[in-house]
């Protein structure tokens, strides 16, 4: 072979290699830029969901107000079955913590009503969704659950809801407003006001709950 015959196939062989190795760097830089390309719709659909789901799930300013109410209390309550009636008076103890890592604050609650032991617990949060606040009760008193949901008043300093509860006597469902009010780190008040038998509101319940520790 001659030595101009082997200086053409060394070139062809250069040139060739070159070739391959442009064409395995442009191939790689395409795969490059496609990993930079921008999120599919069904990848941004995912991302807003876990945004949200995050909103919903993390606690927020109106739960700082459920927490002022934890603690350990003592509280004096009284209490009307109608407008006329003679008050009823009584004490008991009252626990209220954090729980689901601050999500919701659990009350339960040991004291007497009516001359009889009295217990009960209580679920109250606050829903990213609806901007509500939402509380469920129960105690040893009924087998029904008394419900409600309501909004923070900033100039009353005050959780106000609405709910529904099972009353014996109109044998069915009443409606009732509830408003926790917070005086102070060391008190707050419960009140709560049902119809009575001429449909006019009153304060059936009023509960003061002075913190332990003070």
């Known amino acids: 072979m001659t030595r101009l015959k082997v200086s053409y196939l060394l070139i062809i062989a250069l040139l060739f290699g070159f070739l391959i190795s442009a064409s395995s760097f442009a191939e790689s830089k395409d795969k490059g830029a496609e990993s930079k390309k921008a999120p599919t719709e069904s990848q941004k659909m995912q991302n807003e969901m876990m ?33 006329d009636s003679k008050p009823e008076v009584s ?18 609650v040991e004291g007497t009503a009516m001359g009889q032991p009295f217990s ?3 679920i109250m949060g606050f829903n990213n969704k ?3 606040f939402q509380s469920v009760w129960i105690d040893n008193m009924g087998t029904g659950m008394m419900t409600g949901t309501g909004t ?6 005050a ?3 609405d709910g529904t509860f099972v009353c014996v006597q109109e044998d069915g469902e009443k409606s009732y407003r509830a408003i926790t009010r917070i005086i102070n780190e060391n008190k707050f008040t419960y009140e709560w006001y049902i119809d009575g038998p001429n449909g006019e509101r ?3 319940v009023k509960i003061i709950y002075k913190r332990s520790s003070s």
């Open 51 to 83: 945004e949200k789901w995050h909103e919903y799930a993390t606690p927020g300013v109106m739960h700082q107000v459920l927490y002022k109410l934890t603690g350990d209390w003592t509280y004096t309550v009284t209490s009307k079955q109608t407008p």
């Open 91 to 108: 004490e008991g103890t009252s626990h209220i913590e954090k729980i689901m890592d601050g999500r919701f604050i659990k009350q339960t």
């Open 120 to 122: 009960g617990i209580g």
């Open 130 to 132: 609806t901007r509500k």
């Open 152 to 157: 923070y008043d900033p100039e009353m300093k």
């Open 159 to 161: 959780i106000v809801e």
């Open 202 to 204: 009153f304060r059936a």
